[in-house]
Structure formats: C-alpha cells, structure tokens
C-alpha cells in the first residue's frame, strides 16, 4: 500500500467544494436578489408618490389665493401677515376684479354692436329688395306692420330685431327676394290667375286650402280677397314664413 499516494488524494479531495456548499451559495445569492428587487420596487413606488406630490403643489401654486377682508384682518390679527401686505392684496383683487368686470362689458358692448350692424344690414336688404316697404300706408308696410304688432304681442320687444323678423315671417329669406323669388310676384307671373279665375278654381272666399288648421283659416279668411289676393298667396306666405312663426299662427 502506497502510503504517499492515499495522502495526496485525501488532500485534492479537501480543496473540492462539495454539492452542499454550492446548493447553500446559489441560495444565498437567489435570496440577495430577491432583497435587492424588492428594495428596487420600494423605492420606485416612493418615487412615484413623491412625483404626484410635487404636481400637486405645483398646480397649487398656479393658482393664485383669493382672500376676503375678512381673512385678510384675521391673518394681520393672528400675526401671521402685515397690515401692509394685506392692504396690497387687498388691492390687487379689487384691482383684477374690477379689471374682469370691465373686461366683461366690453365684450358685451361689440357684441350687441355687431349684432345691431347685422340687423341693420339686414332690413337695409328687405328695404331695397322690397322698395314698397319704405312706403307708409303701403300694403307691403302694412303686412309687416301687423305682423309686428304680432310678434310683440307675444312677447318681443318693439325693436328693429323684431322688424327685421316680421320682415322674414312675411317674406321669407332676405337672398330670396334678392334673386327676384318673392313667393307672391312669382304666383302672378306663373298664371295665378286673377280675382275671377280663382272663384271657379276653389281658391277664393271660403274655399280654404285643406292644408290649413282651422286657426289659420280663421285668421286669413278676411283678409283673403283684401290684403292677399287669393288662398294661393297665403299658401305661398306660410311656405316661406319661418317655421315657428307657423306654429304660432297655427295655435291661435
């Protein structure tokens, strides 16, 4: 037996890790790992609501504290702010208050200017589309005058914004009467017929339209023969007439 050569094997064998050393140094590591992403999750997390934290008093901070005399006095009282910051602040508000106020009105003021402008503009149109409307007493006038008159009774204020919506309730679109469509002048030239004509043709007197109420016929009837030469000129009105306008004559 070799005495030197068993001793040898016995001390490379010492030098060796085993396969439980191992096992326990991957367990260890697995574990610091696992230390680690945890650590690493923590503090993303905190990073996060520090994040939203810091929006948050940044969106704070745009927007501008409005104090009332009241607070301002209690704070100057409770020694927490100077009489005379308080008294700049306090001018300050007013000062921006006053400013929006006024800033308000202004945009008021173009606008019912520019509102004024259209209307004015508007019955100027009818006017020189309609020449017979600036003439008093004139049938025209006199139909847009009684359905103003309507049309305040109902409610609208007696101004030009109610004129010029007479106009349009009587002769539809202003464009239509600028591009020479006038409901009732294109009836006479497309063989409407005169007063006689109509009477054997159903149009006249009592011979309504079936496609009126009962209201509308109660109303246009003495009118018919008048101031509408026929039912084919009230039909021609209520086709151009604005919808809601109808309705109301409708529901008389």
Known sequence: MDVNNESASQGSDKGKPDAV??????????QGMMAER??????EREVSELRGQVTALNKQATQPTTYTSEQLASLVEDGKM??????RIKETQLHDRVTAQAR???NK?????????RIAADLEAYMTAKPELNEAGSAARSRVE????YLVSLGDKPDKATELKACRAVYGPVDSLQQGTDARETHQETGGGDSQDTDSG????????????AAQRAHYKPLVGK???DWSEVEAELKYADPRLVKRYANR
């Open 202 to 213: 159903g149009s006249r007197g009592d011979d309504a339209p079936k496609t009126l109420t």
């Open 38 to 43: 945890d650590k690493r999750h923590a503090l």
């Open 109 to 117: 003021v173009v606008a019912t200017q520019a509102r004024n402008d």
């Open 104 to 106: 308000e009105e202004a």
């Open 146 to 149: 009684r359905e103003f008159q």
């Open 21 to 30: 050393n191992l096992e326990e140094q991957n367990r260890g590591l697995m």
């Open 227 to 229: 101031l509408y030469k």
């Open 82 to 87: 100077d009489q005379a910051p308080a008294d």
